[in-house]
């Protein structure tokens, strides 16, 4: 059971518009659609941001926006500010009836 | 909305018991509502599921961990806790437990703990 696999990091200007990939396998992203993200700022929890692909929890904006393509996933931050600059991790339920995380991507806003 | 919080050692020498728990509010383990969780961070890395616990007693555990991990629930105490034996260097980390919600449309984790550092050291 390997880790999905991310970018180390990935950075923009603020305004602009990211996107974050997410890579695994059939018997897991590309199995089900039961792909999520989460935001961590450092010393604290993740925060739920997508969940099942491309839904969003209340509360959270509407810049953030989730989809997959076959075994990878993504995630978009558009108008990216200040308060994004973190790290992001994205997961998957798997045919073993588990969960797997990915290897986390670190957003810089420049 | 649930709330969660860990409790335990912050310590354990290697070779020993790491003791986690649990205590949920603001919602019921005996639910059926989510599958409690166990997360975990090493220092500067990323996270790592370690198993789940349902309030039937159905446990699952990461097939690496598997033999180490025991989760079980105390539904009359409303927590569920986390052992991993034979500690080493390599389980230092930042536990979380978690509530994860799975259905059959429907599979993430939806509240965290704040996480507590546990550190393997003599």
């Known amino acids: 059971q390997s880790a999905l696999t991310q970018p180390a990091s990935v950075s923009g200007s603020p305004g602009q518009s990211i996107t974050i990939s997410c890579t695994g396998t059939s018997s897991d992203v590309g199995g089900y659609n039961y792909v999520s993200w989460y935001q961590q700022h450092p010393g604290k929890a993740p925060k739920l941001m997508i969940y099942d692909v491309s839904n969003r929890p209340s509360g959270v904006s509407n810049r953030f926006s989730g989809s997959k393509s076959g075994n990878t996933a993504s995630l978009t931050i558009s108008g990216l500010q200040a308060e994004d600059e973190a790290d992001y991790y994205c997961s998957s339920y798997t045919t073993s009836s588990t969960y797997v995380f990915g290897t986390g991507t670190k957003v810089t806003v420049l | 909305q649930v709330q969660l919080q860990e409790s335990g050692p912050g310590l354990v020498k290697p070779s020993e018991t790491l003791s986690l728990t649990c205590t949920v509010s603001g919602g019921s383990v005996s639910s059926g509502s989510y599958y409690w969780s166990w997360i975990r961070q090493p220092p500067g890395k990323g996270l790592e599921y370690i198993g789940y616990?349902?309030?039937?007693?159905?446990?699952n555990y990461k097939p690496s961990l598997k033999s180490r991990v025991t989760i079980s629930v105390d539904t009359s105490k409303n927590q569920f806790s986390l052992r991993l034996s034979s500690v080493t260097a390599a389980d230092t980390a930042v536990y979380y437990c978690?509530?994860?919600?799975?259905?059959?449309?429907?599979?993430?984790?939806?509240?965290w703990g704040q996480g507590t550092l546990v550190t393997v050291s003599s």
């Open positions: 616990i349902y309030y039937t007693g159905s446990t």
């Open positions: 978690a509530s994860l919600y799975c259905s059959r449309t429907s599979c993430y984790v939806r509240y």
